[in-house]
């Protein structure tokens, strides 16, 4: 079997489902140990044990961490410091999403947004530099096709995501003297948890049956599907490859050609 990251470590946020989930068995299949974290301890235990060990040498591990929580973030690093001495990569996957019309959007859903999928991502990835600093390493972050392309009644979702790609290029540079690179993805209508909330929601907002609004994704993607989460663990595989070292501040979309514009 290839196990290009054979004796690296990795760590995922918000991997206990979804996209996360599938970027966890991913790193897990190419050879690297994964701390899988998530807000929901049971979920990320429940991903652990669908990791793989194709080098027989991989340990895998759950801890629950709230990405939004700079003293839990410090928890985990340190933990992560004192018992493997060094991270290799990171997946700042945690993100969250609400859908109203801008003129009926609270604070609330505001801030909620923005601190997971925005502030959560630079904590942690703040706490995790001095672990990838000795070695160097990849970040992948998770953006959205709503970081790329407009996307109504996620003001706020799509500002946060774009707020991601910019946080992207700008890390880049900041840790290229340190061989870390930093990357972002950039996924379409991914069949997952979060989509089946946001068809119902869309579904009210437009007055549309929640079949039509699941259909209309379809429609709108070139290719003529829904993502799968296991099709952005295969542009998060290759970032963590040997291939991508010197592929660094870049958005890749993987949408099925839906965010082309
Ligand atoms: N589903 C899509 O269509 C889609 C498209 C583009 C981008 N994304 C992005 O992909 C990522 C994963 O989304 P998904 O579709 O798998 O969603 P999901 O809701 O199925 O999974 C998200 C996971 O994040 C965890 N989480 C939520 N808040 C957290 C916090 N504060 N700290 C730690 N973990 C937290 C949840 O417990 C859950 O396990 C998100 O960043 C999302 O914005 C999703």
Redesign the pocket.
Known sequence: MYTPNAGELALI??A?????RAIAIRFSELGASVIVT???LE?ARETVSLLANPTGNQTHEAIA????KKAEVHKVMSYVGETYGSLNILMN?????TMQKLENLTEEEWDFNFN??MK?MFLVTQAAIPLMKKKGGRIVN?A??AAVKAAPLLVHYSASKFAVVGFTKAAAIELAPYQITVNCVC????K????DREVVWEAELRNMTPQEVSQGYIDLTPLGRLCY?EDVADVVGYLISPQAKFVTGEAMNIAGGANIV
Not at 93 to 97: E, I, Q
Not at 187 to 190: D, L, N, Q
Not at 192 to 195: A, E
């Open positions: 946020t918000g206990g489902t979804g996209i996360g998530d807000l929901n979920s961490l709230d990405v939004t996957n945690a993100g969250v999403s997971v999928n959560g998770t959205s096709m996924p379409g209508f991914v997952t948890s979060m989509q989460p």
